[in-house]
């Protein structure tokens, strides 16, 4: 018994160490193509970097539940693999080690990555999805009146543009062209000498000075020019303060998936929620089927010294067909709710099998071990 739980903590070690290396590669790869998208708030709009990495860092949970179970599979593929090239499995067999004896490392290394998953699907990715979407929008839409560039006309909204010739040290603005198309059926053009951009709560305002407004009377076409020494606009998004972000559905928590609040949530979305829903709880599941995928194509089969590509390779193409199926699955379930059983059956069934077929032979020997030990 002791020279199992040695050998379990030997392989297990090996495992654990490979997940976290080459979960951690592909997160910085796969955070380093995406943050390329937000490159330019920094070169163009003078977001700092501190900023920068504060916002790019939230998206590193979603990207390690989504590469969990793919980097499970293929950390007990390549350890297993390289077990067998060195030998050391057909060692273990010859000590008497049963497959249930061997693959019990991977098995262990997929609950770990399964619970891991769970906590990062149920908690850690809405809540870390919730913060980016705010933090972005809170930057698009009332942070970046702030980062106004000399003699570029930059747009707040859709419905307004702003405009300065130039911008001291002090933060003092001079020639400044503000263009408001945010009331109905008014278009204002706003001239100042001077200017300076001040704060308010959460919004933002540009205070000028010695300027004009110059707005077309829809119903008469007459031009009304009003002279001012002083006078204050709002530079928010062009929906007023009450503006409100519409949340997605991966920010939203299992409670408001499963049951949606009509008041908010159209009832056309509910079967996406519902979908959404089942992804989160089926998902982590799928890192202890891909394991046994692994498991079931390294420790079946003959052992050859010339090495054995077809057995690595055909596990690969099953694991890539289980990804294309479950996007299949999901997309099925989106359209049409009564699929939405696929989801499971995609994240276990697979798991199933090759759990069955790599330990039906030690099952099916257990009636006559039994029976040898009683005769003895």
């Known amino acids: 018994m002791l020279l199992v739980t040695r050998l379990d903590s030997y392989i297990l070690r090996q495992l654990v160490t490979a997940l976290i290396a080459v979960t951690a590669s592909l997160v910085a790869l796969i955070w380093l193509t995406q943050s390329l998208r937000f490159v330019e708030l920094v070169v163009n709009r003078g977001l700092s970097m501190r900023v920068f990495l504060q916002l790019t860092s939230l998206?590193?949970?979603?990207?390690?539940?989504?590469?969990?179970?793919?980097?499970?599979?293929?950390?007990?593929?390549?350890?297993?693999?390289?077990?067998?090239?060195?030998?050391?499995?057909t060692v273990m067999r010859s000590a008497g080690l049963s497959q249930w004896a061997l693959a019990r490392p991977g098995l262990m290394l997929g609950l770990i990555a399964m619970g891991s998953s769970f906590v990062l699907n149920l908690w850690i990715v809405p809540a870390?999805?919730?913060?980016?979407?705010?933090y972005q929008f809170e930057l698009r839409n009332k942070v970046a009146a702030f980062l106004l560039q000399e003699g570029v006309f930059t747009a707040i909204s859709d419905q307004l543009t702003v405009y300065v010739r130039q911008r001291d040290a002090d933060g003092t603005l001079h020639g400044i062209m503000v263009e408001d198309d945010r009331q109905a059926n008014t278009q204002a053009t706003i001239l100042a000498e001077n200017g300076r951009l001040l704060a308010s709560g959460d919004m933002p305002r540009v205070l000028l000075q010695n300027g004009s407004r110059e707005e077309i009377d829809s119903k008469t076409g007459r031009l009304d020019v009003l002279t001012f020494a002083e006078d204050t606009v709002d530079l928010d998004n062009g929906h007023g303060e009450d503006a409100q972000r519409i949340r997605e559905d991966n920010e939203m928590s299992m409670q408001e998936l499963l049951h949606p609040n009509p008041a908010i949530v159209p009832e056309r979305d509910f079967g996406k929620l519902l979908v959404e829903a089942n992804r989160r709880l089926s998902q982590?599941?799928?890192?202890?089927?891909?394991?046994?995928v692994a498991l079931y194509f390294v420790l079946t089969g003959s052992f050859r010294r010339a090495g054995n590509l077809w057995r690595p390779l055909a596990s690969m193409l099953s694991m890539v067909a289980l990804e294309a199926l479950g996007l299949t699955a999901q997309s099925l379930a989106t359209r049409h709710p009564l699929l939405v059983p696929l989801i499971w059956v995609q994240a276990v069934l697979p798991g199933m099998v090759c759990g069955w077929l790599l330990f039906l032979p030690a099952l099916a020997s257990w009636p006559k071990r039994l029976h040898a030990r009683a005769a003895a």
């Open 128 to 134: 870390s999805n919730q913060a980016f979407r705010e």
């Open 59 to 89: 998206l590193v949970p979603g990207f390690v539940a989504v590469i969990l179970p793919i980097t499970s599979f293929v950390v007990v593929q390549f350890i297993y693999q390289r077990l067998a090239g060195d030998r050391e499995l």
């Open 284 to 292: 982590p599941l799928t890192t202890v089927s891909f394991a046994l």
